[in-house]
């Protein structure tokens, strides 16, 4: 069986699937802008989303490798900001594998529409990661520093931050230099909504009041953050997971403990246990699978590793169809 005979016919957007370098499936369906009927392309850039997170977990794991930052490094060391009622012991790892307690900005256990954030905060006041910093930074930790798994998306600005803070520069132009011209990504960045470059697509929502859709330019940030964000190309993805397989980002030891078990309980089989920026999929007849993924209003990413079968899927939707349950239909037959 091929994989185009177990996908969805209605999916829109782009499935790229290769094992050991070699292209297995890939499928571009979808109009990046509608209401102009332009079709998505290979070479088309989507939102990605929270996958943006594992950018930023490989920049810090370089700064740690170069000895410009250590995983028990604190919150009160690193950033010169009043941190008022969090915890200024939170230290660097607990913000990687989501166990740091700090208050998150949009947590998914008691919100569930990520654009009801822009209602009193307009969301074109988003550039940069300190813009973000007054929806989250007066309020209470969640938990104690290191109690328990949550996953939080404050954790990984104030990481973002902690990498301009001990660079210098912006945080994705560090990642551009130091993970995106490496892995020769060129087509991958972090732009601003309103002066997107040339391969954008769209991200549409569908409206059923009006049985149409409309763009989300104004329910996600203007412009990506530590927390995620970036635009990317499904070959982009591919490159990437193949240059830092190789150790070409970091050291394949490093690698290693990125892509294992470091936090999480493992109570959703699917969702599974946290790495450092990746989720990890426990698979007890060989090596773990290891996956990362982003969802936002008209978004929806995965892309994820079997190191059994040397197979990398990249799944990307510009209308938010269920880029989840196509990765569940590769896995069923694909990792047999």
């Known amino acids: 069986m091929e ?97 740091s307690g700090v208050p998150d900005y949009f947590d998914e256990t008691v919100m569930s529409e990520y654009e009801d954030l822009w209602i009193d905060y307009p969301n074109y006041k988003i550039r940069h990661n300190h813009d973000l910093l007054p929806l989250f930074i007066n309020k209470l930790m969640m938990y104690p520093k290191g109690e328990k798994f949550q996953y939080n998306n404050s954790g990984y600005v104030l990481l973002a931050m902690i990498i301009e ?20 990504m060129k087509s991958t960045g972090y732009y601003e909504l309103d002066k997107l470059p040339s391969r954008c697509a769209n991200n549409y929502i569908y409206c059923p009041d009006t049985r149409d859709f409309r763009t989300n330019i104004f329910s996600v940030d203007v412009k990506g953050t530590g927390a995620g964000g970036a635009f990317v190309t499904v070959t982009d993805i ?28 493992g109570m959703d089989a699917e969702e599974g246990y946290y790495g450092y920026g990746v989720w990890i999929i426990d698979n007890p007849r060989g090596e773990d699978f290891a996956y990362f993924q982003g969802a936002d209003p008209g978004v929806s990413f995965i892309s ?4 059994n079968n040397k197979m990398i899927s990249v799944l990307v939707s510009n209308y938010g169809d269920n880029v989840w349950k196509e990765m569940r239909r590769i896995r069923e037959v694909f990792y047999q």
């Open 165 to 184: 803070k001990v660079t210098g520069v912006y945080f994705d132009q560090y990642l551009q230099t130091n993970v995106f011209e490496p892995c020769n």
């Open 304 to 307: 994820e590793y079997n190191p």
């Open 3 to 99: 994989i185009k005979e177990i996908l969805s016919s209605d999916f829109r957007g782009n499935v790229y699937v290769v094992q050991d370098g070699r292209v297995l499936y890939k499928s571009v369906t979808g109009f990046a802008d509608l209401s102009n009927e332009i079709p998505n392309t290979l070479e088309t850039r989507f939102a990605s989303a929270s996958a943006g997170k594992v950018f930023v977990a490989v920049g810090i794991l370089q700064l740690i490798e170069q000895g410009k930052l250590r995983f028990d490094d604190t919150l009160g060391e690193l950033l010169d900001i009043e941190l008022h009622h969090i915890d200024k012991d939170v230290t660097v790892r607990q913000l990687l594998v989501h166990t």
């Open 238 to 265: 591919v490159r990437f997971w193949t240059e830092l397989l190789k150790g070409s980002l970091i050291s394949k030891e490093l690698v290693s403990k990125m892509l294992s078990k470091q936090s999480g309980d």
